[in-house]
């Protein structure tokens, strides 16, 4: 802008400069030309009055020929010229402008063009008191010839103005453009120029809501991006043209690939695996399909983006669909570990009564017969229970009633209840304080249950069960702590997997299912608690269970 604004002031400068002085030529050259005649015009007064006086031998008297001197008798004839001797050949001068003013008014005077470039002709004539006219003539330069004689100052003079205009347009220029630089757009009040007062009001509001229309996207893409981040799901957003616009991280792991912005999902290295779903896509319709990616198993599904009834985008999702398959594993594997369970307790009820019924059991020993067969029976029930009590905790749509609850009140009549069913001697000492938690009381029970259960049934002879129940800031805590075999950090996972069990014939002879844990872990997910595990072996264990205070 600097640039145009010095522009603008040294052309229009050099224009004033250029005008100037052609005018002040014009007006040198005109006194020039009046000061050239006012001599010529002298001279002719004096000679007019000196052939007056003496006649035409004044002229003869005047030894300079500077002047030429023609004497024009009424008839326009020429009677006298001081350089042309042959008068006689000469034209009529009564047609020549200031011959005829003399003869009119006594005095005339003109200027014609010479035979040269360089030169103009002056002419003054006086009316003699004969009735003649004398004339003189003269010659002075040219306006041509007198630009020449004027150049060298001159041009020295246009350049000097040149050079003057060149350094006040520089600064002129910078100081319009300074106070425009400092500008600040936040503040529109304060501007040097009030011309552009309302411009910058504009452009200052205009400001305000680019920087707000920023905010709004920029706090969108982050809900966008924390929101598709936090997402399993894969999920890519394509243009028409197939280049990525969007990609969450579950779908960068997937894919195993980064920077995908911008690039072609063409140039992917599963794109094969995909294309078909694209071209459906491309064409304006949803499509899906099962897909295997790096071993795992996908739900892939591409839904077009459409506008003015054109595909503008493509989104790609891609579901894990491997837990599925594991789930169906795990599934068969429960189904079989079931019925493995149950023939055991079945087998041996079946024939314990055939014997029974044989006849071939004596007398005396068929109470304890009948005892067996109740405690296989009474084992079946508990498995039958917990499997029906799991099964229940795994349907999707299970629906839950919670309700506040003090953990402690809870607690103690579930050790009221422990210490009632107890048959071993291991001491169960509660210690508890109010705790509220937002539950479901039948789960939470199961929890304090199987929990105490485990902690009497892995404990050695004469050892001690201490449950407490505590107020934490954010939680309510219930700790269940043995003075038992303890567990070893390999087997911490592995304990709440169905039908786990880490000492399996001490289970079994003691009535353990291999499912408390499992309904313990379930218990804990759908009360939204979180449970630990410290233990080693030899050195007893203690379940921690927190939930969040209610
Ligand atoms: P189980 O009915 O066999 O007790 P659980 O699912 O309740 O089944 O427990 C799984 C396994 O974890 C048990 O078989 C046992 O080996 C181990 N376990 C559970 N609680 C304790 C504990 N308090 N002390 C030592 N071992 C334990």
Do not use: W
């Not at 400092?182 to 009040?189: G, K, R």
């Not at 068929?366 to 005892?371: G, H, K, Y």
């Amino acid at each position: 802008m600097a640039k145009k604004v010095f522009q603008s002031i040294l052309s229009v400068a050099v224009m004033v400069l250029l005008i100037t002085t052609f005018f002040i030529v014009n007006e040198m050259y005109r006194s020039f030309t009046n000061s050239q005649l006012e001599v010529l015009h002298g001279e002719a007064r004096v000679i007019a009055y000196g052939i007056n006086k003496d006649g035409l031998q004044f002229i003869d008297q005047l030894d300079d020929a500077d002047y030429r001197i023609t004497i024009i008798n009424d008839q326009g004839n020429v009677i006298y010229d001081n350089i042309d001797n042959d008068i006689n050949t000469m034209d009529n001068h009564l047609d020549r402008e200031e011959v005829r003013k003399a003869f009119a008014e006594g005095y005339g005077s003109s200027i014609r063009k010479s035979t040269t470039l360089m030169e103009r002709a002056i002419y003054t004539a006086i009316l003699l008191s004969d009735g003649n006219v004398v004339r003189l003539s003269s010659t002075y330069p040219s306006v041509y010839h007198f630009l020449t004689l004027i150049s060298q100052p001159l041009l020295l003079v246009i350049l000097f103005i040149i050079l003057v205009s060149l350094y006040i347009a520089y600064k002129l220029a910078n100081r319009i453009v300074k106070p425009l630089n400092e500008i600040d757009a936040d503040m529109p009040d304060n501007v040097p120029y009030n011309e552009i007062r309302p411009i910058m009001e504009k452009l200052s509001a205009q400001k305000k809501r680019i920087e707000n229309d920023e905010e709004t996207l920029k706090r969108r893409r982050q809900e966008f991006e924390t929101i598709t981040s936090k997402m399993n799901e894969g999920m890519v957003l394509l243009n028409d043209e197939m280049a990525v616009i969007e990609i969450n991280a579950s779908a960068e792991t997937i894919l195993g690939e980064e920077d995908l912005i911008g690039k072609k999902i063409t140039e992917t290295e599963h794109y094969a695996k995909l294309a078909s779903l694209f071209e459906d896509a491309l064409l304006g319709h949803r499509s899906s399909k099962k897909v295997r990616i790096n071993d795992k198993r996908y739900d892939a599904e591409v839904s077009p983006v459409k506008m003015d009834g054109g595909v503008v985008g493509i989104v790609l999702f891609l579901f894990d669909d491997s837990f599925k398959e594991s789930a169906e594993v795990m599934r068969k594997e429960f189904a079989s570990n079931v019925s493995h369970e149950l023939k055991t307790p079945l087998q041996a009820i079946s024939g314990y009564s055939e014997l029974l019924k044989s006849g071939i059991v004596r007398e005396e020993d068929q109470e304890d017969f009948a005892n067996k067969i109740y405690l296989e029976s009474q084992r079946m029930m508990k498995l039958i229970e917990d499997i029906i009590k799991l099964s229940h905790l795994d349907n999707e749509d299970l629906q839950i009633r919670k309700e506040k609850i003090d953990l402690n009140e809870l607690c103690a009549d579930a050790i009221e209840t422990v210490k009632k069913d107890r048959i071993e001697d291991v001491e169960v000492i509660y210690k508890g304080e109010p705790a509220m938690v937002y539950g479901n009381r039948e789960l939470i029970e199961s929890i304090v249950f199987n929990l105490c259960e485990n902690a009497i049934r892995y404990n050695v002879e004469n050892g001690k069960v201490f449950v407490t129940v505590s107020s934490e800031e954010d939680s309510s805590v219930l700790e269940v702590k043995d003075t038992g075999i303890g567990i070893d950090p390999k087997d911490h996972e592995r304990i709440y997997e169905r039908f786990y069990r880490v000492d399996k014939g001490r289970s079994k002879n003691t009535g353990g299912t291999g499912l408390g844990l499992s309904i313990v872990k379930h218990a804990c997910i759908l009360n939204n608690a979180e449970i630990s595990l410290e233990s080693r072996p030899g050195k007893g264990s203690t379940f921690r269970v927190s939930f969040p205070k209610a």
